[in-house]
């Protein structure tokens, strides 16, 4: 569900876009605005790149996002009826998506792209907020930043960008000190000086401001388990399989779901939250599993696969909530926490499958992996995410290959 320029005009709550909601704005004659933009006909494919088209797209991001609606006339910016834009084809859209990222510096992701009509057909673009602006529009030698003033467009004066770039910067403050915070709280809430424990964070870009329900996020769980499984195998635990996912309990601004490996199962505890503003948590114990029937691994002793396992996990965890709370880029962190006094050990195995640390280098400390993740996009372009992530752990403990995670295929072109 989302909630669009077209469910405000109209005062409707959050759902699903439709003909029928664009039919009920245009009726009741909405006014252009500076998220919502009227426009009767589709931009031509060729030469896209020199239409107004990265123009309008960069002043809706800049102006905190907004929706571009081809198929509606208006006068005097008031919509007054339908005019069929015609067939939107695969390729029209791949090149739209291209204009974004390519047209525009910095580029904007996480377009959405809605076909609307049969008979009389329409598009809607919505444009997300941005905290990556100003977005520039270079046009030979000269550039400029678009910004939407009410229904018009205008182009931004220097202090305006200045303030733009001061709030850009700001911003990744806030972000990495929000960041640090999770991190860090997660690591205080585990002993990591009897086994090493795996921490993982990750903080949305734009917060969202949610209060999702117990339903809500059992479902975000739920999601995640069966996401997980199409990038990654069984060869190695999976963590959210040891949380009580349909019981999330409530904490503060978050739901936590609790460990459910206990006695003789301790050995793979894990606690997952999924928090109010959009944050995902996980904290995983990888130190010390279980190698035999009877035997265990000593702490500091990391199976690879155990941080596969965990990565993959955390990653499809945010997906999930991603698709459930609308959220779309993240800043993460991914940690492996030991405070005993031997060195940490990352275990790989062999052709036969048998674990071993020969190819292991020894850790004084595993330094965190900090990344920033496109929650939304296909699946193919996650799923390298979760691929170069997880390479980017074991890697550091001298381990070359991943046994769990599959590599996607490579694009095209």
């Not at 439709?18 to 006909?41: C, F, P, Q, R, Y």
């Not at 997906?319 to 050990?345: F, M």
């Amino acid at each position: 569900m989302s909630f669009t320029p077209l469910h405000r005009a109209l005062g409707l709550p959050p759902s699903i876009l439709t003909d029928e909601i664009l039919n009920a704005a245009v009726a009741s004659g909405a006014v252009e605005t500076d998220d919502l933009d009227w426009k009767s006909e589709l931009p031509p494919i060729k030469n896209l790149s020199q239409t107004d088209v990265p123009k309008d797209i960069a002043a809706m991001a800049n102006s905190g996002g907004g929706m571009i609606v081809y198929g509606v006339k208006e006068n005097q910016k008031v919509a007054t009826g339908r005019a069929d834009t015609g067939e939107f084809s695969e390729g029209h859209e791949r090149a739209y998506r291209s204009v974004a990222v390519t047209a525009i510096v910095p580029p904007v992701f996480g377009i959405e792209i809605y076909r609307l009509g049969i008979n009389t057909r329409a598009v809607a673009v919505s444009v997300p907020a941005s905290v990556d602006g100003p977005h520039l529009i270079y046009k030979n030698d000269y550039f400029g930043a678009p910004i939407r003033n009410d229904a018009d467009t205008a182009w931004m004066k220097e202090r305006q960008i200045e303030a733009m770039y001061r709030a850009r910067f700001n911003e990744r403050r806030r972000a990495t000190d929000a960041l640090d915070g999770l991190y860090r709280e997660s690591v205080e809430e585990h002993d990591t000086s009897t086994r090493a424990w795996l921490i993982a964070a990750a903080h949305p870009r734009i917060p969202v401001l949610a209060r999702p329900d117990r339903d809500e996020v059992r479902k975000i769980f739920e999601r995640a388990r069966e996401i997980t499984l199409t990038y990654s195998n069984r060869s190695g635990i999976h963590p959210v399989e040891n949380i009580d996912y349909l019981n999330p309990r409530p904490g503060l601004r978050r739901w936590t779901a609790v460990n459910t490996a206990t006695g003789s199962q301790q050995w793979q505890e894990a606690w997952a939250s999924v928090h109010h503003d959009g944050s995902v948590t996980l904290a995983s114990a990888v130190g010390g599993h279980r190698k035999s029937a009877d035997g265990y691994f000593d702490g500091w002793q990391v199976e690879g696969r155990g941080i596969e396992g965990a990565v993959a996990d955390f990653m499809a965890l945010i997906r999930a909530t991603a698709d459930a709370l609308h959220t779309d880029e993240y800043e993460v962190r991914v940690g492996v926490e030991w405070a005993g006094d031997e060195p940490l050990s990352i275990l790989t195995v062999d052709g036969s499958n048998f674990t071993y640390d020969g190819a292991s280098t020894p850790l004084r400390r595993f330094t965190p992996v900090s990344s920033t993740i496109t929650a939304t996009g296909s699946d193919d372009s996650f799923q390298r995410q979760v691929h170069d992530l997880a390479e980017d752990c074991v890697n550091q403990g001298g381990i070359t290959y991943l046994h769990m995670i599959s590599e996607p295929p490579e694009a095209d072109g």
